[in-house]
């Protein structure tokens, strides 16, 4: 087994992503974290993101218009994208019972195994609502 090294950079850009329920892009996260580690390189956010992916500290969120977000949150929870500003961000929904719902409802006519789903909301954020 390999042994992972501890990386400041890597911590910097958990607990980034951690403090943000906006779900920000990898050039997000290069904004921010450069702050505090003026070296640091877009390819280095994108690899250490890869990794914490990898690694079940953060989610990646693929979205209908080809970009792709990240989530510190890694428990189930779903998601809204805004079709007029492109925004990420998490629905706060009671529990998961609505997954496993879901889950049921879609294992009832297939024969195989449904273990969880992604699910995303899409509408108008409300930022984008009070500019109307």
């Known amino acids: ?22 779900h920000p892009t990898a050039e997000v996260v ?9 070296s640091i390189s877009l390819g280095t956010v994108y690899r250490n993101l890869s990794f914490l992916v990898e690694n079940g500290q953060a989610i ?5 218009d080809g ?12 998601h809204f994208q805004c079709k007029t500003c492109g925004a990420v ?22 024969k195989g195994m449904i273990d969880g789903n992604v699910t995303f909301f899409y509408g108008t954020c409300p930022d984008c609502m009070m500019k109307q």
């Not at 087994?1 to 906006?22: C, E, G, Y």
């Not at 989530?71 to 189930?76: C, I």
């Open 60 to 64: 990646k969120v693929p979205c209908e």
């Open 1 to 22: 087994m390999a042994v992972i090294k501890h990386s400041k950079q890597r911590d910097a850009i958990r607990q980034f992503l951690m403090s943000r329920t906006d």
């Open 30 to 38: 290069y904004a921010n974290v450069i702050k505090e580690f003026p």
């Open 89 to 110: 961000l998490d629905l706060d929904m009671d529990g998961i019972e609505e997954a496993q719902s879901l889950n049921r409802a879609a294992a009832a006519n297939f």
């Open 67 to 78: 970009s792709v977000h990240f989530d510190g949150n890694v428990h189930p929870h779903y």
